[in-house]
């Protein structure tokens, strides 16, 4: 580490941030209890782990405006999943090989050490106008002080297995071996996972690519690789997969195959499943906790032509969903609030809905609604945001019927099929609703003229359930 660079970043760092914090925390699209960095655009979440006790995710992100700083990784821990603290920058762009920026990796528990993998981007110089990807490692004994970083594969090796770019390292064991899959692009044929392997984390070799049969987008970022159910997932966001798509289809679409067959010879991968059908999220990363359980988390915030985030003019995008409890059922995987999150909320408050109904002071809540037997049903938050279902199609949708509540999106829509539940977290400027316990989830950032607002539900016959924040 730069010793001399590392402090001159972190004076400057602490500089942009004074002048920033203070319009930043004023906003009131700020959420409240979503993950973010103090301020600055959100690339991705990083490291999602458990070590030594702790929860751990680290947030690749960037000022807006100030370009004398590059990419850097926040460091967010936690004991309870739910309440937070906020350790600062732990690593800095401060080598040459990551002086443009550390994007995405993740972390690594490997013999009561916590290794810590990304893609740095660098120059030879600063004259130098070719950026050059490089894959590091910095280790740490506490999980919170970290070495000296060492490059474990530089562009040379990844240009061999890629025409375009890898990055975004997601680092496993396996039968005694080190394994590294990382988001690539192989020219033409589209994008692809691309499959290492090492004997001791820091000598790799290049093993397989993974990619379907037929082209799926330019560019694949963000691999994630885990077991469910007793098969093999491989998780990846997919830049340009939605290209060409129905109209409601995002262009950057993140989701998961079944990778079936054996990794470093022949596999097949089958279907491709979309985590989220809203409009906002990508770059998930999983993690699997003490007791077993496999977690997710995803930025929320996915740019489009339509998008004008309104937050950018105060200083900061985009934040990360909440976390995510994943259970395999009847060959899909379901998606429910991590059950540490109950307690972040008041008893519930019912109510007996018929026809029309409406209920007014809504803020920060978790709203369910069951019973809805699969009829026809609306729910109009904020006067402008239409959650709906046509029973006769089995069509869900989210609309913005004003745009601007939207910020320039406006409809996403997902054949479900049938609709007996919703679970809606709603946060100042979010939300994330979770249908028929979490087979389909729509995510959105919406942006209130006012923060406090009615909900207008229309249905045949259901019972909706309010908790509020403590």
Not at 446 to 463: G, N
Request: hydrophobic fraction near 35%.
């Amino acid at each position: 580490m730069n010793g001399e660079l590392h402090d001159k970043l972190k004076e400057q760092f602490s500089a942009v941030m004074h002048c920033n914090i203070k319009t930043v925390r004023r906003d009131s699209y700020r959420l409240q209890f979503h993950i973010m960095p103090p301020f600055g655009r959100l690339e991705a979440p990083c490291g999602f782990c458990q070590f030594q006790g702790l929860y751990h995710v680290f947030l690749c992100y960037a000022p807006l405006k100030e370009r004398e700083i590059s990419h850097l990784w926040e460091h967010c821990t936690s004991r309870d999943l739910v309440h937070w603290a906020d350790e600062g920058p732990v690593l800095l762009p401060d080598q040459p090989f990551d002086s443009r920026g550390l994007y995405s990796g993740s972390a690594l528990e490997d013999k009561d050490i916590l290794r810590l993998y990304y893609t740095g981007e660098g120059a030879d110089s600063a004259q130098d106008s070719q950026h050059k990807l490089t894959t590091i490692l910095a280790a740490s004994h506490d999980g919170r002080l970290f070495g000296g970083k060492q490059p474990v594969m530089v562009e040379n090796q990844l240009l061999k297995a890629a025409r375009g770019c890898a990055r975004d390292p997601k680092v496993w064991k396996e039968s005694e071996s080190f394994y590294m899959v990382m988001g690539a692009s192989l020219g033409q044929r589209g994008g692809a996972a691309l499959l290492f392997r090492s004997e001791d984390g820091m000598d790799w070799s290049f093993t397989n690519e993974l990619a379907p049969e037929k082209k799926f987008g330019y560019q694949w970022e963000h691999a994630d690789m885990f077991w469910m159910d007793h098969k093999r997932i491989l998780s990846v966001s997919c830049r340009g997969a939605g290209l060409g798509e129905t109209p409601w289809a995002s262009a950057d679409r993140s989701g998961y195959f079944t990778v079936e067959g054996d990794l470093d010879s022949e596999y097949r991968l089958s279907g491709f499943t979309d985590w989220d059908e809203g409009f906002d999220f990508y770059a998930p990363q999983t993690m699997l906790t003490a007791d077993g359980r496999r977690l997710l988390i995803a930025r929320m915030g996915l740019d489009s032509r339509e998008y004008k985030d309104p937050t950018a003019a105060r200083g900061w995008e985009h934040a990360l969903t909440v976390l995510r409890e994943l259970r395999a059922s009847h060959g899909h995987i379901l998606q429910q609030p991590a059950r540490e999150l109950d307690g972040f909320w008041n008893a519930a408050r019912s109510v007996q809905c018929s026809k029309e109904h409406v209920i007014p002071g809504l803020v920060l809540y978790e709203m369910g609604i069951d019973s809805i037997k699969n009829a026809d049903f609306s729910l109009v938050l904020a006067g402008d945001l239409k959650i709906s279902y046509a029973a006769a199609q089995g069509l869900f949708a989210v609309e913005f019927t004003d745009s601007r509540l939207g910020a320039g999106r406006k409809r996403k829509q997902k054949l479900i099929g049938r609709l007996d539940s919703l679970r809606i977290l709603a946060d100042s400027s979010s939300l994330e609703i979770f249908i028929n316990e979490g087979e389909t989830v729509f995510s959105t950032r919406f942006y209130p003229a006012d923060p406090v607002y009615e909900a207008k539900v229309r249905c045949m016959s259901c019972h909706v359930r309010i908790k509020e924040k403590r």
